[in-house]
């Protein structure tokens, strides 16, 4: 891949915007390619892609970046996304352009080998797995990349500072994915669920955005609620 023009296609509801510094790494310092652009598509009201954008702004400053703010429905991003990369197909065919779908939904391994059909070349990079995609995609999807060791770049700040964008976008996608429950939190198995989805797939990840959360503490009359 060296000498190759990669655009990023990024589902902001699946996957989270630590990723983005694997991607950096794995394209640019491990293969010798090129992040030259991404479109980013989202729900709840941007804030998982402004996440992204400045993730992908501190990594390749002066990146190409377009941030698309999709209605709070069922595979809006999705939707969005595809429609998207259908747009600029064409510039997937040549040899020195590339195309990265950042997402384990299914629907993208069935529009990679479609785009694929038509000489474009696509590949598939998430978090966690997704032995479907892994099943129905197996000829080119990107193999699982090495997650960051860290949630972002700040997190030598104190816990008296205010929470880094990501963590903020969970806890906003916590509170309006998650039912708040009579107590006033939010099941321990609900968020951890969610934070699955997110990406976030071991045990220390979830702790760690957890600890992240300002004045998280556990509630209810069985302690099985997390409170903030």
Not at 66 to 80: E, L, R, T, Y
Not at 90 to 116: G, L, M, N, P
Not at 134 to 161: C, F, G, Q, Y
Not at 197 to 209: A, H, I, M, N, P
Request: include cysteine; charged fraction near 25%.
């Amino acid at each position: 891949m060296c000498g190759v023009n990669f655009s990023l296609f990024v589902d902001a509801d699946n996957q989270p915007a630590r990723f983005a510094r694997s991607l950096f790494e794995y394209i640019e310092k491990a293969s010798g390619g090129k992040i030259v652009s991404a479109t980013i598509a989202g729900k709840n009201h941007g804030k998982l892609n402004d996440a992204w954008v400045k993730e992908l702004e501190n990594l390749s400053p002066g990146i190409n970046i377009k941030s698309i703010v999709v209605d709070n429905k069922p595979n809006a991003a999705d939707a969005a996304l595809i429609l998207h990369l259908g747009k600029d197909l064409q510039v997937f065919c040549q040899e020195s352009q590339h195309a990265i779908i950042v997402s384990r939904d299914k629907i993208f391994a069935s529009a990679a080998k479609t785009a694929e059909a038509c000489g474009a070349k696509i590949f598939l990079a998430y978090l966690g797995s997704s032995k479907e995609i892994e099943k129905e995609n197996k000829n080119n999807s990107i193999s699982v990349l090495p997650i960051a060791k860290t949630l972002n770049p700040s997190s030598s700040r104190s816990k008296k500072d205010s929470p880094s964008l990501e963590i903020k976008a969970v806890i906003d996608r916590i509170r309006s994915t998650c039912k708040r429950k009579k107590d006033g939190g939010y099941s321990k198995s609900d968020v951890g669920l969610l934070l699955v989805k997110l990406g976030y797939t071991t045990g220390k990840e979830r702790k760690s955005v957890l600890r992240q959360i300002p004045g998280i503490k556990t509630c209810g009359k069985s302690k099985q609620e997390w409170c903030f």
